[in-house]
């Protein structure tokens, strides 16, 4: 049996799960929701390092000495905040 939701509709009975399994559905959906931000993000800022360097500059993070380390894909990091 499928559950609609508006115009979606989820092959899982979402109204027949137990509250346990409802809340192990909704942190994973939260976890895969933040990966696929963390990626958008990172294409994002790839675009804008790779114009940067069309450009002829380097897009920087100063550290306690004031030294810039460039960023690139490995140095490239997107944590979250919690």
């Given amino acids: 049996m499928a559950t609609r ?3 979606h509709i989820f092959d899982v009975d979402l109204e027949s799960m137990d ?3 409802l ?3 909704r942190d ?3 976890h895969f ?3 696929k931000h963390r990626e958008e993000i990172h294409k994002e800022l790839t675009k804008i390092n790779l114009l940067a360097h069309t ?3 380097d897009i920087c993070v ?3 000495d ?3 380390q460039v960023m690139n894909e490995y140095t490239l990091a997107i944590k979250d905040r919690e």
């Fill in 5 to 7: 939701i508006g115009r």
């Fill in 19 to 21: 509250v346990e399994k």
């Fill in 23 to 25: 809340a192990v559905l």
């Fill in 28 to 30: 994973g959906c939260e």
């Fill in 33 to 35: 929701i933040k990966e």
């Fill in 55 to 57: 450009y002829g500059f």
């Fill in 62 to 64: 100063l550290d306690s």
């Fill in 66 to 68: 004031d030294y810039p």
